[in-house]
């Protein structure tokens, strides 16, 4: 949006200062308001974005037999994972470039260990150990991605049913992330089949077949969940 001057230029020196200097201010006041805006504007989509499914505060018998909030798996402002990044070079130029640096760091130096039983670690264990199960490599990878300032409405940890060659459903945790391309959502998944294709190339993960029904999704900010099957309701609780 433009604010035109309406103020005609005279041939005068001192009044033809005076038009430059109101010219300015108009250019100024015309930048101000194009900023607001495109603030604005980004505080809607974000806003969409965040409320586009029913929020739903989600608790989930994730280690020692107890529930906990999500939520807290997920570390963003941490120093550890800040001098991760910093050590290793992971924060690029675009959130994008950030996401698959972050995404490629954890394939090559994480390694896939399964839990007998359900053991959520948190981000930086995760980091020290150099193994985890599907829920912590997402974890992690949000956090490391979060850490390089993009914004968490960007990234979320997707929990519901991978789908096997052998078409049977299991249960797995993912990271969907929003690329800036096409503002889509993609997977990062680390560990089901991972793909180390660039991320302006990644299928939308609404169209890959490899997953099935979505139990609940979170970041660090929010839970969002639609509809928990019977099977395994009483794994969660929805306050």
Request: glycine share 4%; proline share 3%; charged share 25%.
């Amino acid at each position: 949006m433009k604010i035109f001057n309406l103020i005609k230029p005279l041939i005068c020196g001192n009044e033809l200062v005076q038009v430059d200097k109101l010219t300015l201010e108009n250019e100024q006041l015309s930048n101000k308001i194009e900023s607001y805006m495109d603030k604005e504007n980004e505080r809607l989509a974000i806003e969409t974005i965040n409320n586009k499914y029913p929020k739903s505060d989600i608790t989930w018998i994730a280690r020692n037999g107890r529930k906990y909030d999500v939520r807290n798996f997920i570390f963003a402002g941490d120093t550890v994972l800040k001098n991760v990044l910093a050590h290793n070079n992971l924060k690029g130029k675009t959130h994008d470039e950030s996401a698959f640096n972050c995404f490629m760091f954890i394939l090559k130096n994480i390694k896939y260990k399964s839990d007998l039983n359900e053991d959520w670690k948190y981000p930086v264990d995760t980091y020290y150990d150099g193994y985890g199960d599907c829920e912590d490599f997402t974890n992690l990878l949000i956090s490391l991605i979060l850490n390089c300032n993009v914004p968490s409405h960007r990234i979320k940890n997707c929990c519901g049913y991978a789908i096997d060659n052998q078409s049977n459903k299991i249960g797995h945790s993912y990271p969907i992330y929003l690329r800036e391309l096409d503002n889509e959502w993609i997977d990062l998944d680390c560990t089901f089949y991972p793909e180390s294709t660039e991320i302006n190339k990644r299928p939308l993960v609404k169209n890959n077949k490899k997953y099935g029904e979505i139990w609940f999704t979170f970041n660090s900010q929010f839970s969002w969940s639609k509809n928990i099957s019977e099977e395994i309701l009483g794994r969660v609780k929805q306050k």
